[in-house]
């Protein structure tokens, strides 16, 4: 932390003040980072259940005219996160990336979109940009973290072209409309 940061206590009050240090490279970077017109928008369009492995499918769908759809698989907790913020529902206290947004706005840092920049393994990888006082910082992030975050901050969610031309799509489109048809008439609580 730059040495005009810091913690300060006083009447039972903590302030903490943030002034970034573009020398500082710790979870934060510049390096890298995808152009603005290597980037497509999606948003959330549907979470689906994924009963058999107890995941979920964020399906995200891209902004304008095209019909493309980009799913990305996420374990039960984060879908539930993601729910939450598409619901908008109001827990009685803060979730973890509640939290991160209060953050936030508390620091003066916005939160100005997401990026899932990378695929390595069939693992995604997103970025999260911010911005503080003119200066703009990457941090890196699971994409269902970046996703919860960005539908509370609310920002945009992007695709890098490199990872839309990456990513296998064999049969995708059959395959979510077969797995949303098991869902359909289903009531997501069952009576006995």
Partial sequence: MSSNSGWKISSRKISVSWIPDPTER????N????KEQ???????DRLLEEADTDTRIVVLSRQGDSLDTFPIWVGAAEGNAIKLA??????????SHDL?????EHLNITIQRVVIADVKNSTYYATVYVANKGVERTIDARPSDAISLALRAPCPIYITHDVLKRRSTTNLD???AKLEAKHIGTPEVQET
């Fill in 31 to 34: 390096l890298d980072l995808p």
């Fill in 100 to 104: 991160i947004k209060s953050f936030a």
């Fill in 174 to 176: 059959a395959w979510l």
């Fill in 38 to 44: 290597d980037l497509v928008e999606y948003r959330v």
């Fill in 86 to 95: 598409l619901d908008t529902m109001i827990t009685p206290r803060p979730m």
């Fill in 26 to 29: 710790t979870i934060m970077s």
